[in-house]
C-alpha cells in the first residue's frame, strides 16, 4: 500500500499526517514547540528544537503507523506559517532564534515604511501588506537595530527552509511562502528589486525560488536511514498553511470564501487575479502557476476566547480548558442574538485586516446593570464573528462571495459555526476534513502523481457536506449591532493610540524598576 | 494565642523535641532599638504573622509582611528589620533544626515521618531560589496554633501529633511555593515556566515528580497535560530540549563533546552519542563535521 506524509510546520506545533492515494487519513501526531518573548513584542522560536521535534514526531510516527503496517511512502510534502525570518552564517549556522510571525518588534519600521512614497509601490508589487509581520520589515529592522547581525547574516531562511536545507542540503523557498515575505514581485514572480534595496539585501542572501511541486533532492542518507525511508521517497517543498488550509477546504469556483479560525482568524478567497486595494488591506498569496489566495488575516481568533475561559470560566479540574470552554458555550446559547446590547470588540492582540491598527484593543460596550456572565460571554463570541465578517465585507467590494466553507477549532464549534451563518447571512459549511492544511499537502502530492489531472481537478474533489442555513430574522438583530461594531472600531483609534502610549511608558517604568 | 516563649534547654515543654530550638508567640507593643538586627542562623526559621504590618529585609530581599502571611528563612539566609527594630504587632515564629538541607541528600532529622522520596523532593523545592514569604497562608495559623496545644495540654499521643504537625507545615509550605506561580487555568503558560526552569537547569537528572512539583501538580495529571499539550511524555520532550541544546552547542567548535553530553543532561559521551544517532543517523561528531560555524 501507498501513502503520502504531510508535514506541518505550525505556530506552536509540528503535524504530521498520513493520507492513503484516496485521501484518507491513515494516522496523526503532533509534536509541540516552545515560543519566547524575551521582550514585549518579540516573538522567537529556536530552529534547532523545531528540527528536532520535527524529526523526532516523524521518526516514532513512520515506525508505528507507517512501516509496521507495510505502507511505501511516495512522498513527503512540508508546508508551514507564513512570515518567519531565520538568519544563518555562511556555514549554514543559525545567528540565534527564528522569528515567526507574531513578532512586533518593527511597529516603527513598518510605520516609517507605510509613511513613504514607496509603500503603494512595494505593495502593489509583492501583494504583502506592509506590517510588522512581514519579513521585509523584520529584516529591515535587523538592518536598523541589530547591525551585528545583520553583517554576519548569509542568507536570511524561513523556518521551512531550513528544515528543508538540514534534510536535503537544498537553500529552497517555494513561491507560496516567498509571496508572503513581502519581498516578492507576484507579478514577475522574482524578488522585487525595491523592497530588497530597501531591505538593504540582494537575491544571493535569499533562498532559491522554486514551484510548490518542487523537489529539493534527496533526503540526506543519514536522514534516510534513521527514518527508514527508501531513496524513492520524494521530498515536496509544498505551501504555506494558509494557502493549503484554502486548498484543502474546497472552496474552489466563484462565489465561495474559507473562514478559518484556529488562535489567529483569516478570510480567504481562491481567484486567478491578484485583489489590487488601493488601501493595501489584502494579501495576495500565490498557490500556483494559475492561483492566487488573497484575504484578510485577524489576530484575534480562537486565542480570545481562550483568554476568556482563562479568566472568567469556572475550572472543575485543574487545566480542563476543554469542559470549561464547553460549558461557557451552553451558556451562551442561552441568550438572545445581540447579547441584550452588549457589544465586544475583540482587539486584545491589536488587529490586522480590516482596520490593521496594531494599537487597537479589547472593548466591551453597552454594559446595563443587568448583563451577567453570560452575556459577556456570548458578546466575545459575537464579537470575534463580527471581526472576521468586516473581513469579507472588505472582501466582497472586489469578489462575490455567497457560500462559506469554515475550518480550524474555533469556527466548527457548531454553535460559532451557526453564528456565523446568521452574522454572515449566508449557508456555512463545515469542512469534512479536520484538517485542511495537511489534506491541501495530500491533494499537491496526489496530483504530482497522477491522481488527479491538476490541482483545479483536486480541490473539486473535496465534497462539502451539508450546509448550515442562516436566520434571517437573526442577522436582521446582528447587522443592527455590526454597524455600531464598525463604527466604535473606527472611532476609538486616537484613544487606542493613546492608549497604547500610556502602556509603552508603563512598560519602560516597569523595567526601570526591575532592572 | 497568649504569649508565651518556649526555648530548648530551658522549657520543659521542649524536651521531648530536641529539633524544636524556639516556639513563641509574641504581641509586642513597644518600639525597642535592636530588637530585631539582621543576623542569619544553621535553622530554619518561620514566621507567621497574626495582627500588624513588619518590614523586613530577607536573604538581601525587602518584604511586607501583614496578617496571615509567613516567611521561611533557610540556615544561612539573613533575617531582621532594616532599621534593627521589632514593629508593633504580634507574631508567631519556630526555629527548627534540620539535620541537612542539601540538594538530594535532605534529611528533616529522625522525628519526621515522611518517606525518603517526599523528604528530597521538600528539600529541592525549598532550595529552588523562590520568593522565601508566602501571603495568606492561614494553614500555618492553624497549624501554630494546634502546636501551641499539643505542647502545653500534654493529651494522649501528643508527642507523635507535635511531629506530624512540623511535617505537615513543611508539607503545605512546598505544596504552596510550587502552586504559587501557577493558576490551574492557563497549562500552555505554566508549560513554558516548567520549559525555562528545565533549560535553566539541563544537566540535572529530573525525575518526572520533579518536574510535576515543580509546577505544581501531581504525577498523573502533569503526564496527561503534557503529553496532550506536547505531544510527548515529560520524559521525551526533556530529551527533545536536550538534543536541541546539544546540536547548537556542536555547531561552535571549541567545545568538546564530553563536555556537552555532560552540560546538556547526558549521563556521558557514549549516552549522548547513542541517542543522537539513534535520532539522526549521525554521531555527534560526524554531525559536527557537517556543521560547523565560525568561530
Not at chain 2, 532550595?127 to 495568606?136: A, D, N, Q, S, Y
Request: aromatic share 10%; proline share 4%; net charge neutral.
Amino acid at each position: 500500500m501507498e501513502c503520502i506524509i504531510s508535514i506541518e510546520l505550525g505556530t506552536n506545533a509540528v503535524r504530521v499526517y498520513a493520507f492513503d492515494m484516496k485521501g484518507n487519513t491513515i494516522g496523526f501526531a503532533k509534536g509541540s514547540y516552545p515560543t519566547f518573548h524575551p521582550h514585549p513584542d518579540y516573538s522567537e522560536q529556536d530552529p534547532e528544537q523545531i528540527f528536532i521535534t520535527m524529526l523526532y514526531v516523524l521518526k516514532n510516527f513512520l515506525s508505528e503507523k507507517i512501516h509496521s503496517k507495510k505502507y511505501n511512502v511516495l512522498s513527503v510534502c512540508f508546508s508551514a506559517s507564513m512570515h518567519s525570518v531565520l538568519a544563518i552564517d555562511k556555514h549554514g549556522v543559525p545567528l540565534g532564534n527564528a522569528i515567526t510571525w507574531a513578532d512586533n518588534r518593527g511597529k516603527k519600521e513598518a510605520q516609517a515604511l507605510r509613511g513613504s512614497p514607496l509603500a503603494e509601490a512595494i505593495y502593489q508589487a509583492t501583494g504583502t501588506p506592509i506590517h510588522p509581520m512581514s519579513p521585509l520589515i523584520k529584516i529591515t529592522w535587523l538592518k536598523n537595530q541589530d547591525k551585528e547581525k545583520f553583517q554576519r547574516t548569509y542568507k536570511f531562511l524561513s523556518i521551512k527552509s531550513y528544515i528543508i536545507q538540514q534534510l536535503t542540503g537544498a537553500y529552497v523557498i517555494d513561491y507560496s511562502l516567498a509571496s508572503a515575505t513581502g519581498l516578492l514581485d507576484i507579478h514577475t514572480r522574482k524578488w522585487d528589486p525595491q523592497a530588497l534595496a530597501y531591505a538593504g539585501i540582494t537575491e544571493e542572501q535569499l533562498p532559491e525560488l522554486v514551484p510548490i511541486v518542487h523537489s529539493p533532492g534527496k533526503l540526506q542518507p543519514q536522514y534516510r536511514v534513521s527514518l527508514g525511508l527508501s531513496a524513492d521517497t520524494k521530498i515536496l517543498v509544498g505551501s504555506s498553511d494558509g494557502c493549503f488550509a484554502t486548498l484543502g477546504a474546497g472552496v474552489w469556483g466563484d462565489g465561495k470564501a474559507t473562514v478559518t479560525i484556529e488562535d489567529s482568524a483569516a478570510v480567504r478567497v481562491v481567484g486567478t487575479n491578484v485583489l489590487q486595494d488601493k488601501k493595501g488591506r489584502f494579501f495576495n498569496y500565490i498557490l500556483n502557476d494559475r492561483y492566487y489566495i488573497s484575504g484578510g488575516p485577524s489576530n484575534n481568533g480562537g486565542v480570545v476566547f481562550e483568554w476568556f475561559a482563562k479568566q472568567f470560566g469556572d475550572f472543575k479540574n485543574a487545566y480542563d480548558i476543554e469542559s470549561c470552554m464547553d460549558e461557557l458555550i451552553t451558556e451562551a446559547a442561552t441568550v438572545e442574538p445581540g447579547s441584550e446590547g452588549l457589544l465586544f470588540l475583540p482587539y486584545l492582540l491589536g488587529e490586522r485586516a480590516p482596520i490593521w491598527n496594531a494599537n487597537a484593543r479589547g472593548v466591551y460596550f453597552g454594559m446595563n446593570i443587568n448583563h451577567e456572565k453570560k452575556h459577556f460571554t456570548r458578546a466575545t463570541v459575537e464579537g470575534i464573528l463580527y471581526e472576521m465578517y468586516s473581513i469579507e465585507k472588505m472582501l466582497q467590494e472586489y469578489h462575490t462571495i455567497n457560500h462559506i466553507s469554515v475550518n480550524g477549532s474555533f469556527a466548527t464549534i457548531p454553535f460559532c459555526t451557526q453564528l456565523l451563518a446568521d452574522i454572515f447571512n449566508k449557508p456555512v459549511s463545515i469542512s469534512p476534513n479536520a484538517n485542511s492544511v495537511s489534506l491541501g499537502a495530500y491533494l499537491l502530492c496526489a496530483t504530482e502523481i497522477g491522481v488527479f489531472q491538476n490541482l483545479d481537478e483536486a480541490a473539486r474533489s473535496i465534497a462539502l457536506p451539508d450546509t448550515c442555513k442562516p436566520n434571517h430574522y437573526n442577522h436582521g438583530v446582528y447587522a443592527k449591532y455590526y454597524s455600531i461594531f464598525e463604527k466604535l472600531s473606527r472611532k476609538l483609534s486616537d484613544e487606542f493610540e493613546a492608549l497604547a502610549s500610556l502602556q509603552q511608558s508603563g512598560t519602560a517604568i516597569h523595567h526601570a524598576i526591575n532592572t | 494565642m497568649n504569649q508565651f516563649v518556649l526555648q530548648q534547654g530551658q522549657s520543659r515543654e521542649l524536651q521531648l523535641f530536641p529539633h524544636i530550638i524556639e516556639f513563641a508567640t509574641r504581641k509586642n507593643i513597644s518600639i525597642e532599638l535592636n530588637s530585631l538586627p539582621g543576623t542569619s542562623a544553621d535553622f530554619v526559621r518561620i514566621y507567621y504573622i497574626i495582627d500588624g504590618k513588619f518590614e523586613w529585609c530577607i536573604h538581601d530581599q525587602p518584604y511586607i509582611l501583614y496578617p496571615g502571611d509567613m516567611a521561611m528563612i533557610l540556615p544561612g539566609q539573613t533575617f531582621g528589620n532594616t532599621k534593627g527594630i521589632l514593629e508593633i504587632g504580634k507574631l508567631s515564629w519556630l526555629h527548627i533544626h534540620i539535620q541537612k538541607l542539601e540538594n538530594g541528600k535532605t534529611q528533616l532529622g529522625n522525628w519526621s515521618n515522611l518517606s525518603e522520596s517526599e523528604t528530597q523532593m521538600i528539600g529541592k523545592i525549598l532550595l529552588m531560589p523562590k520568593t522565601v514569604v508566602l501571603p495568606r497562608l492561614g494553614d500555618a495559623g492553624r497549624i501554630f496554633l494546634s502546636l501551641q496545644n499539643e505542647l502545653f495540654n500534654h493529651e494522649i499521643g501528643y508527642c507523635t501529633r507535635v511531629n506530624q504537625l512540623l511535617d505537615e507545615l513543611f508539607i503545605n509550605v512546598t505544596r504552596r511555593l510550587t502552586k504559587q506561580s501557577t493558576s490551574g487555568r492557563d497549562f500552555p503558560k505554566t508549560f513554558l515556566q516548567l520549559e525555562q526552569k528545565l533549560r535553566e537547569n539541563l544537566s540535572h537528572q529530573w525525575t518526572v515528580e520533579e518536574m510535576a512539583a515543580t509546577v505544581g501538580m501531581g504525577t498523573t495529571l502533569f503526564n496527561e497535560r503534557v503529553k496532550s499539550y506536547s505531544g510527548f511524555s515529560p520524559l521525551n520532550y526533556l530529551i527533545n530540549i536536550r538534543i536541541s541544546e546539544a546540536i547548537k552547542l556542536l555547531k561552535k567548535p571549541d567545545l568538546n563533546v564530553t563536555d556537552i553530553a555532560l552540560d546538556t543532561g547526558f549521563y556521558s559521551s557514549q549516552h549522548f552519542s547513542t541517542t543522537f544517532k539513534k535520532l539522526t543517523g549521525y554521531t555527534p561528531s560526524e554531525f559536527r563535521k557537517r556543521n560547523v560555524s565560525e568561530s
